[in-house]
C-alpha cells in the first residue's frame, strides 16, 4: 500500500528533503511548529513504529540522531524535542521539532506559514550540517 510518505520517498509527490540512506528518509514538515521541524521515515511502509524490526528501529533513530544534530546546529535551541504519534499518517515516522520548553511541541499550536524559498534555504541549511 502507498502512503503520502512512500509517494514522497519515491519522488511522486515534492518534498523539502534533508537527506536520506537505503533505508531511511527525511524531510521537512510542511505544516511546522517550528522552522526545522522535520520528519523521518523509514522507506519500509510500516504503520506502526513498533512494529519495525529492531534493526530497522534502531537505525531510524541513529539516523535521526544525525538529523537532529544538524537542526540544532541551524536553529539554536535548548534541544530538539521528538515525538512519534503516528495517526495522522500510516507510516512509521518522528517528527524533530528545536525546541525551548515543553510548550514549544504542542500539535494544536498554529502552524507556520513559510514560503517555498524558505523551505528550501530551511533544507539546504540543515542538509549541509549532517556529519
Excluded at 7 to 30: N, V
Excluded at 31 to 55: M, Q, R, S
Excluded at 91 to 120: C, G, M, Q, W
Aim: charged share 25%.
Amino acid at each position: 500500500m502507498d502512503t503520502i510518505f512512500t509517494k514522497i520517498i519515491k519522488g511522486e509527490i515534492p518534498c523539502y528533503k534533508i537527506a536520506e540512506d537505503e533505508h531511511y528518509f527525511a524531510f521537512l514538515d510542511i505544516n511546522p511548529l517550528a522552522e526545522g521541524h522535520t520528519l523521518v521515515v523509514p522507506k519500509n511502509p510500516v504503520d506502526y513504529i513498533f512494529d519495525l524490526k529492531d534493526k530497522e528501529l534502531s537505525g531510524l533513530f541513529v539516523f535521526a540522531k544525525k538529523i537532529a544534530h544538524a537542526i540544532k546546529e541551524q536553529f539554536p535551541c535548548e534541544k530538539v524535542g521528538m515525538t512519534v504519534i503516528g495517526l495522522e499518517v500510516p507510516h512509521a515516522h518522528i517528527h524533530l521539532v528545536p525546541i525551548n520548553s515543553i510548550y514549544d511541541i504542542d500539535f494544536k499550536k498554529e502552524k507556520l506559514k513559510l514560503t517555498p524559498e524558505r523551505f528550501h534555504e530551511i533544507a539546504r541549511l540543515i542538509a549541509s550540517s549532517i556529519k
